[in-house]
């Protein structure tokens, strides 16, 4: 791929005769003419070729504990040097970072930050993982995936988080250079899905299924939008599926709605909703159930499914393991994830 000023080259795109463009990288299938830009704001055409405007441009650097991403159960204490550029393929009515998301790359305040930059940055902040993260980093997948393949060769972990809004080809090309993921699963209706975000529901639970298989550790998130995604029937067959699926020991974050952006009308969801949600999935089969945004005592713990025991005690970001390793030292129970 070819550098243009402070665009780069796209990856997974067509030019047709007539000088537009079809961006292949996620479901939308953009087609643009002469200088416009897709949904996701950061891919243009230019001459008929297309170009990310987000390649290396980072408008968001932080070190930041790895349960912020949330991951409960990959490397637990640990810190991630956490990144963004601005773009996002959603256009989700509650979105929390939608200053850097619903913009253009542009349009914001951005550091040039190369990948052996972003290699040397975690070393120095002695993070053992570098996240993807805030905005949609599959809509900048070839700074991620550049990145990614230089983390991986300098010994680190490289972490996902994710809408999972993308095309197999790309996403499996990304795949191999993944450690773990947080995928935010945000309603199993494909209606409210096209409501809230401007997506479809199918698109994601693919992506989920190609983690699955690529061996990626997964986690997801569910947020509870009072009156849109907090159906109980929903979220009973957003579990079954999970179980059916092969994901009942991947943890499930279901986390707690605040006003935002265009939903402030809403109030913050009801804690009987949170208790409520947690109640079906156990049901369902889902093994480790944990609440998010919420000061509900012990609801962010993990116990082992087996014997119950205490094995990680959360309180916001401080993580206690007590030597915790893997296995449950009462009952000697394997506990999925990635404990080093």
């Known amino acids: ?155 680190l972990r490289n972490v996902l988080v994710t809408a999972g809004y993308v095309n197999p080809k790309p996403l499996c090309d990304l795949l191999p250079f993944i450690d773990a993921a947080n995928v935010d699963l945000k309603s199993f209706s494909d209606a409210v899905y096209r409501k809230l975000c401007h997506v479809r529901l199918q698109p994601v639970l693919d992506t989920l299924l190609y983690m699955r298989d690529a061996g990626v550790w997964v986690e997801l998130t569910r947020l509870l939008v009072p009156g849109i995604t907090d159906d109980e029937d929903d979220f009973r067959a957003m579990c079954r599926w999970l ?46 159930v944990y609440l998010g945004n919420t000061t509900l005592p012990d609801t962010e713990n993990t116990c082992c499914p087996h014997c119950g025991k205490l094995l990680i005690r959360r309180e916001g970001y401080r993580v206690s393991t007590a030597g915790f390793m893997g296995a449950c030292p009462s009952c000697g129970a394997q506990i999925p994830g990635v404990w080093i």
């Open 1 to 155: 791929m070819e550098m243009e000023g402070c665009m780069k080259e796209a990856a997974y795109y067509v030019s047709h005769p007539d000088g537009t463009v079809v961006c292949e990288l996620c479901p939308h299938t953009c087609r643009l003419e002469e200088g416009k830009s897709g949904i996701c704001r950061s891919r243009v055409n230019r001459g008929g070729r297309l170009y990310t405007l987000a390649y290396g441009e980072v408008c968001a650097l932080h070190a930041d504990p790895m349960e912020k991403k949330p991951l409960f159960h990959y490397l637990p204490g640990e810190q991630c040097f956490s990144l963004a550029a601005p773009g996002c393929n959603l256009s989700c009515l509650n979105c929390q970072n939608w200053s850097v998301s619903q913009v253009s790359p542009a349009d914001v305040p951005c550091k040039s930050l190369l990948p052996a930059e972003v290699v040397r940055w975690a070393e120095a902040s002695r993070c053992k993982a570098v996240a993807y993260t805030y905005t949609e980093p599959l809509t900048y997948l070839e700074y991620v995936h550049d990145c990614a393949s230089a983390v991986k060769e300098a010994g």
């Open 243 to 288: 179980v059916a699926n092969g994901f009942a020991d991947n943890p499930l974050h279901i986390s707690r709605f605040f006003p935002q952006y265009r939903l402030q009308q809403l109030e913050p969801t009801p804690l009987a909703s949170l208790l409520g949600a947690r109640r079906i999935a156990q049901e369902e089969g889902m093994h480790f």
